[in-house]
């Protein structure tokens, strides 16, 4: 028997008669609610935010399913405030790879969600919004490199302004690349970031209460 991965949430309950807790300490249990119940291998992003909270108090939440070795889509869930889960129709395709969807929630209430996808037979970044009333507006190629663009990260200002950092090989090595997205739908131009010897991956973004960016990520230092 293969065994099969799903994603599940893990709901927090106060009141159970567990050993006590410190104070202002949350206490959780074990409660498992599986939201992608079907017969492929779902999984969440290596890198980035899988799930993020709605102005009204609902949950979206995003993964991926790994339905052949060679074709995957990107789906996703919203929790309401009531605790209900229902999955929405299909992000992304599934006639090539579709992997490690990250999201975020603007101010308004939007979620942006952008992935990795192999259909240009190398890794480019993909984009798609759902609006605050939860219509989704068509997929956006962020990148047209010819060569391995990955782990896509994105984070969200009070000004409605949605930033995208990945790692880019499109000078030969992996360095960070930067976009930004205005509320009105427009990309900013591509912006290298770091500029190495070694490769420069896996990248993480915030935005302060002053609308700056935080940017981390890993740097292979040779000799």
């Given at each position: 028997m293969n065994p099969r991965r799903f994603v599940a949430v893990v709901l927090c309950l106060a009141g159970l008669p567990?050993?006590?807790a410190p104070a202002m300490a949350a206490v959780w249990a074990l409660v498992d609610v599986t939201v992608s119940n079907t017969s492929s291998?779902?999984?969440t992003t290596t890198s980035g935010k899988s799930v993020g909270r709605l102005p009204d108090g609902s949950l979206y939440t995003v993964w991926y399913e790994r339905r052949t070795q060679n074709s995957s889509s990107i789906r996703g869930a919203r929790r309401s405030?009531?605790?209900a889960w229902s999955v929405e129709p299909v992000i992304s395709g599934g006639d090539s790879l579709s992997?490690?969807?990250?999201m975020v929630v603007a101010a308004d209430g939007g979620v942006h969600?952008?992935?990795e996808d192999r259909r240009h037979n190398n890794m480019e970044i993909y984009y798609r919004h759902r609006s605050s009333s939860g219509s989704w507006e068509p997929e956006e190629r962020l990148t047209a490199e010819g060569s391995t663009s990955q782990t896509p990260v994105l984070a969200a200002g009070a000004s409605g302004?949605?930033?995208l950092v990945w790692s880019d090989g499109s000078t030969g090595n992996l360095e960070i690349h930067y976009r930004h997205r205005d509320p009105d739908g427009t990309w900013s131009p591509d912006v290298a970031l770091t500029s190495d010897q070694?490769?420069?991956?896996?990248p993480a973004i915030e935005v302060d209460a002053a609308g700056n960016l935080h940017l981390v990520w890993q740097d292979t230092v040779l000799n």
């Open positions: 567990a050993r006590p291998i779902s999984l405030s009531g605790g992997l490690n969807p990250s969600v952008v992935w302004r949605v930033h070694g490769p420069s991956e896996n």
